[in-house]
Protein backbone atom coordinates (compact mmCIF):
# COMPACT_ATOMS: atom_id res chain seq x y z
CA UNK A 1 0.00 0.00 0.00
CA UNK A 2 1.05 3.21 -0.87
CA UNK A 3 0.04 7.14 -0.13
CA UNK A 4 -1.47 8.84 -2.85
CA UNK A 5 0.91 12.03 -2.84
CA UNK A 6 -2.28 14.86 -3.18
CA UNK A 7 -5.04 13.81 -1.19
CA UNK A 8 -2.83 11.45 1.36
CA UNK A 9 -5.18 8.44 1.09
CA UNK A 10 -4.12 4.92 0.88
CA UNK A 11 -3.67 3.66 -2.67
CA UNK A 12 -3.62 0.06 -2.50
CA UNK A 13 -1.31 -1.20 -5.33
CA UNK A 14 -2.71 -3.86 -8.13
CA UNK A 15 -0.23 -6.45 -9.03
CA UNK A 16 -1.18 -8.43 -12.54
CA UNK A 17 1.31 -11.44 -12.74
CA UNK A 18 1.02 -14.83 -14.05
CA UNK A 19 -0.63 -17.96 -11.85
CA UNK A 20 1.14 -21.32 -10.97
CA UNK A 21 -0.48 -24.63 -9.54
CA UNK A 22 -0.53 -23.77 -5.98
CA UNK A 23 -2.96 -24.82 -2.93
CA UNK A 24 -3.72 -21.29 -2.16
CA UNK A 25 -3.62 -19.73 -6.03
CA UNK A 26 -6.44 -22.86 -6.72
CA UNK A 27 -8.15 -21.64 -3.17
CA UNK A 28 -8.17 -18.05 -4.25
CA UNK A 29 -9.05 -18.67 -8.37
CA UNK A 30 -12.12 -20.88 -6.85
CA UNK A 31 -13.60 -18.34 -4.76
CA UNK A 32 -13.53 -15.70 -7.42
CA UNK A 33 -15.67 -18.15 -9.91
CA UNK A 34 -17.61 -18.87 -7.11
CA UNK A 35 -18.41 -15.47 -6.45
CA UNK A 36 -18.51 -14.54 -9.54
CA UNK A 37 -21.13 -16.90 -10.40
CA UNK A 38 -23.49 -16.07 -8.13
CA UNK A 39 -23.01 -12.61 -8.95
CA UNK A 40 -24.53 -13.48 -12.15
CA UNK A 41 -21.08 -13.66 -14.50
CA UNK A 42 -21.42 -16.24 -17.48
CA UNK A 43 -18.42 -17.96 -17.70
CA UNK A 44 -19.41 -20.94 -17.93
CA UNK A 45 -21.02 -22.60 -14.90
CA UNK A 46 -24.73 -22.63 -13.33
CA UNK A 47 -25.07 -21.13 -9.71
CA UNK A 48 -24.41 -22.52 -7.21
CA UNK A 49 -20.73 -23.92 -8.55
CA UNK A 50 -19.63 -26.39 -5.85
CA UNK A 51 -16.36 -25.69 -4.06
CA UNK A 52 -15.08 -29.40 -5.43
CA UNK A 53 -16.41 -28.49 -9.49
CA UNK A 54 -14.53 -24.96 -9.26
CA UNK A 55 -11.48 -26.71 -7.37
CA UNK A 56 -11.03 -29.02 -10.32
CA UNK A 57 -11.46 -26.38 -13.26
CA UNK A 58 -8.98 -24.97 -11.95
CA UNK A 59 -6.22 -27.53 -11.18
CA UNK A 60 -6.80 -28.39 -14.97
CA UNK A 61 -6.77 -25.37 -16.43
CA UNK A 62 -3.07 -24.39 -14.32
CA UNK A 63 -1.68 -27.76 -15.56
CA UNK A 64 -3.03 -26.52 -19.17
CA UNK A 65 -1.26 -23.57 -18.38
CA UNK A 66 2.29 -25.83 -17.02
CA UNK A 67 2.00 -27.26 -19.95
CA UNK A 68 1.77 -24.17 -22.64
CA UNK A 69 -1.15 -24.11 -23.79
CA UNK A 70 -2.69 -20.99 -21.78
CA UNK A 71 -1.28 -18.12 -19.03
CA UNK A 72 -3.27 -17.47 -16.72
CA UNK A 73 -3.42 -14.40 -15.06
CA UNK A 74 -3.96 -12.82 -11.26
CA UNK A 75 -4.83 -9.35 -10.39
CA UNK A 76 -3.54 -9.36 -6.85
CA UNK A 77 -3.63 -6.79 -4.06
CA UNK A 78 -1.58 -7.48 -1.09
CA UNK A 79 -2.33 -10.99 -1.04
CA UNK A 80 -5.95 -11.48 -2.27
CA UNK A 81 -6.70 -12.28 -5.38
CA UNK A 82 -9.39 -9.83 -7.28
CA UNK A 83 -9.45 -11.14 -11.00
CA UNK A 84 -8.47 -13.34 -13.29
CA UNK A 85 -7.92 -13.87 -16.93
CA UNK A 86 -6.98 -16.82 -19.57
CA UNK A 87 -5.29 -16.39 -22.71
CA UNK A 88 -5.44 -19.69 -24.78
CA UNK A 89 -2.51 -20.25 -26.99
CA UNK A 90 -2.79 -23.44 -28.19
CA UNK A 91 -4.81 -23.28 -31.36
CA UNK A 92 -5.01 -25.98 -34.17
CA UNK A 93 -1.86 -25.86 -36.83
CA UNK A 94 -3.89 -23.57 -39.03
CA UNK A 95 -4.36 -20.75 -36.56
CA UNK A 96 -1.04 -19.99 -34.60
CA UNK A 97 -1.72 -16.50 -35.71
CA UNK A 98 -4.10 -16.18 -33.19
CA UNK A 99 -5.02 -16.78 -29.29
CA UNK A 100 -8.40 -16.57 -27.16
CA UNK A 101 -9.31 -14.57 -24.01
CA UNK A 102 -11.45 -16.46 -21.73
CA UNK A 103 -12.46 -16.37 -18.35
CA UNK A 104 -12.26 -12.45 -17.49
CA UNK A 105 -13.55 -12.40 -13.76
CA UNK A 106 -13.52 -9.40 -11.76
CA UNK A 107 -14.39 -10.55 -8.05
CA UNK A 108 -17.53 -8.86 -7.26
CA UNK A 109 -16.23 -6.73 -4.44
CA UNK A 110 -13.16 -5.44 -6.27
CA UNK A 111 -15.10 -4.09 -9.38
CA UNK A 112 -15.45 -0.77 -11.48
CA UNK A 113 -11.20 -0.39 -10.15
CA UNK A 114 -9.41 -1.03 -13.68
CA UNK A 115 -8.60 -4.32 -12.79
CA UNK A 116 -10.26 -5.89 -15.97
CA UNK A 117 -8.24 -3.29 -18.19
CA UNK A 118 -5.28 -4.39 -16.64
CA UNK A 119 -5.60 -8.23 -16.98
CA UNK A 120 -6.66 -7.67 -20.45
CA UNK A 121 -3.83 -5.26 -21.28
CA UNK A 122 -1.75 -7.97 -19.73
CA UNK A 123 -3.31 -10.67 -21.69
CA UNK A 124 -2.85 -8.73 -25.27
CA UNK A 125 0.94 -7.95 -24.39
CA UNK A 126 1.90 -11.66 -23.92
CA UNK A 127 0.13 -12.96 -26.69
CA UNK A 128 1.63 -9.87 -29.26
CA UNK A 129 5.20 -11.38 -26.95
CA UNK A 130 4.45 -14.79 -28.65
CA UNK A 131 3.68 -13.86 -32.33
CA UNK A 132 -0.18 -13.54 -32.11
CA UNK A 133 -1.52 -11.33 -34.03
CA UNK A 134 -5.48 -11.59 -33.78
CA UNK A 135 -7.81 -12.03 -30.35
CA UNK A 136 -10.84 -13.13 -29.79
CA UNK A 137 -13.28 -13.67 -27.61
CA UNK A 138 -17.08 -14.06 -26.07
CA UNK A 139 -19.34 -12.35 -23.74
CA UNK A 140 -22.86 -13.12 -22.56
CA UNK A 141 -25.50 -10.80 -24.49
CA UNK A 142 -27.64 -9.96 -21.43
CA UNK A 143 -25.46 -8.30 -18.76
CA UNK A 144 -21.97 -9.25 -20.47
CA UNK A 145 -18.71 -7.00 -21.08
CA UNK A 146 -19.56 -6.08 -24.31
CA UNK A 147 -19.32 -2.62 -24.09
CA UNK A 148 -16.27 -2.96 -22.05
CA UNK A 149 -14.37 -4.70 -24.88
CA UNK A 150 -15.38 -2.50 -27.43
CA UNK A 151 -13.89 0.46 -25.17
CA UNK A 152 -10.78 -1.90 -25.37
CA UNK A 153 -10.97 -1.92 -28.74
CA UNK A 154 -12.35 -5.31 -29.82
CA UNK A 155 -15.06 -5.43 -32.34
CA UNK A 156 -18.00 -7.06 -32.81
CA UNK A 157 -18.69 -10.12 -35.01
CA UNK A 158 -21.92 -10.43 -34.31
CA UNK A 159 -24.51 -12.51 -31.60
CA UNK A 160 -25.89 -16.13 -31.68
CA UNK A 161 -29.17 -15.80 -29.69
CA UNK A 162 -29.98 -18.98 -26.90
CA UNK A 163 -26.39 -19.89 -26.86
CA UNK A 164 -25.98 -20.16 -23.59
CA UNK A 165 -27.78 -20.37 -19.95
CA UNK A 166 -27.43 -17.20 -17.78
CA UNK A 167 -26.05 -18.85 -13.98
CA UNK A 168 -29.02 -18.44 -12.60
CA UNK A 169 -31.28 -19.60 -15.47
CA UNK A 170 -32.75 -18.66 -18.24
CA UNK A 171 -30.82 -18.34 -22.64
CA UNK A 172 -28.91 -15.53 -23.24
CA UNK A 173 -27.61 -14.81 -26.63
CA UNK A 174 -23.31 -14.71 -27.00
CA UNK A 175 -21.61 -12.23 -28.93
CA UNK A 176 -18.60 -12.40 -30.41
CA UNK A 177 -15.22 -10.36 -30.49
CA UNK A 178 -11.87 -9.76 -32.57
CA UNK A 179 -8.78 -7.46 -32.04
CA UNK A 180 -6.11 -7.44 -34.28
CA UNK A 181 -2.84 -7.09 -32.33
Known sequence: MRVHRRTGKAVTM?????LSNTPETVDQLTD???STVAAGGSVGFMHPVSMEEARAFWQKALQDAAEGHRVIFGA??????????????????????????????THPQARQRGIATRLIQ???????ARGKTLL???TAADEGAG??????????SGEIPDFALKPHGGLTGTLFFWKKL
Open 14 to 18: IEIRT
Open 32 to 34: VLI
Open 76 to 105: WEDAKLRGTVTLITGMPPNQPHRAEIAKMM
Open 122 to 128: AAEAEAA
Open 136 to 138: VLD
Open 147 to 156: PFYEKLGYSL
